[in-house]
Nanobody, 129 residues
Framework: VRLVESGGGSVQPGGSLRLSCTNR????????IGWFRQAPGKEREGISC?????????????GYSDSVKGRFTISRDRAANTVYLQMNNLQPEDTATYSC??????????????????WGPGTQVTVSS
């Protein structure tokens, strides 16, 4: 599954961005998706996740790291075959390359319980005044 991220950019502190994670050829509702970020010199951090869905009426579970809880929102658009990450009240410490990945084996991880694989190339988010 080849994922592609978009929507990154440069914003001032307190600003907002919406990142998109999409794929051509695969129905993303069949996959759990995780959002990650990595700042220069730091380890990759899992920040949000959404589980796969089973039919139109099934609601996915979502999860957030403490660092983004209350500011970021993950969602799916079935028609667009896209998973979004709405990021509000961005701060300089949110500066990083943001990537999405598909859920693999269940491991009980903090990110919706799954390990992740097949990361996209990422999109850069820069927050500065």
């Amino acid at each position: 599954v080849r994922l592609v991220e978009s929507g990154g950019g440069s914003v001032q502190p307190g600003g907002s961005l919406r990142l998109s994670c999409t794929n051509r050829g695969y129905d993303l509702t069949a996959f759990g998706i995780g959002w990650f970020r990595q700042a220069p010199g730091k380890e990759r951090e899992g920040i949000s996740c959404i589980t796969k869905t089973y039919g139109d009426k099934h609601e996915a579970n979502v999860g957030y790291s403490d660092s983004v809880k209350g500011r970021f929102t993950i969602s799916r658009d079935r028609a667009a075959n896209t998973v979004y990450l709405q990021m509000n009240n961005l701060q300089p410490e949110d500066t990083a390359t943001y990537s999405c990945a598909t859920a693999g084996a269940y491991s009980g991880s903090d990110l919706c319980g799954y390990e992740y694989e097949d990361w996209g190339p990422g999109t850069q988010v820069t927050v500065s005044s």
